[in-house]
């Protein structure tokens, strides 16, 4: 069985500012996919950033990056020069290697960007 | 690429009716995903088809809970005999085969049971 956690309910950050947000995770698979997703108010879940296990050089979407540490099980979600549309409810996740997709996520972090 | 459509987005209804969502995927998508997510946490997986071939069920999904996806396109999800603690968010998701392959949700279906 798989578990993720995010250990902090909520955040907020100054408009350019940069945030992180912490994820831990585990799983018995030696090949996983890791996920951040995000969930603005009363909208559809969308996609920020993926990584794959076994790839060592950690994932980077424009403003935000990622820093996997794979023998510590962490999966922190750094989002530089925030942004107002930033404030969202965002999910770490995880699909092990074995498996056909299912989402393990987490309970989430509240971000709210302040102007 | 219009996206993953959920329908109906609010549905209430009283404790003890029948419900019944249905959800279009992305027209190319084999895999299609079902989520239940109540206030404040994250989606918590219920079922998941690959095609018309549903693969795998959570114990969440009580007998009361069915789910089918004909000619795997759409996919409907009903609940029997609606008890107070269904009342959640239902997403849909849906992908092309897995992996690093991101799930594209919809809006969700808001059910709440009087």
Not at chain 1, 27 to 39: H, V
């Amino acid at each position: 069985a798989q578990t993720v956690t995010q250990s902090q309910p909520e955040m907020s950050v100054q408009e350019a500012e940069t945030v992180t947000l912490s994820c831990t995770y585990d799983t018995s698979e030696n090949n996983y996919y890791l996920f951040w997703y995000k969930q603005p108010p009363s909208r559809q879940m969308i996609l920020v950033i993926r990584q794959e296990a076994y790839k060592q050089q950690n994932a980077t979407e424009n403003r935000f990056s990622v820093n996997f540490q794979k023998a510590a099980k962490s999966f922190s979600l750094k989002i530089s020069d925030s942004q107002l549309g930033d404030t969202a409810m965002y999910f770490c996740a995880l699909i092990p290697g074995t498996s056909y997709g299912k989402l393990t996520f987490g309970q989430g972090t509240i971000l709210t960007v302040h102007p | 690429d219009t996206g993953v459509s959920q329908d109906p987005r609010h549905k209430i209804t009283k404790r003890g009716q029948n419900v019944t969502f249905r959800c279009d995927p992305i027209s190319e998508h084999n895999r299609l995903y079902w989520y239940r997510q109540t206030l404040g946490q994250g989606p918590e997986f219920l079922t998941y088809f690959q095609n018309e071939a549903q693969l795998e069920k959570s114990r969440l999904l009580s007998d009361r809970f069915s789910a089918e996806r004909p000619k795997g396109s759409f996919s409907t999800l009903e609940i029997q005999r609606t008890e107070q603690g269904d009342s959640a968010m239902y997403l849909c998701a849906s992908s092309l085969d897995g992996g690093l392959r991101p799930q594209h949700f919809g809006d969700g279906t808001r059910l709440s049971i009087l």
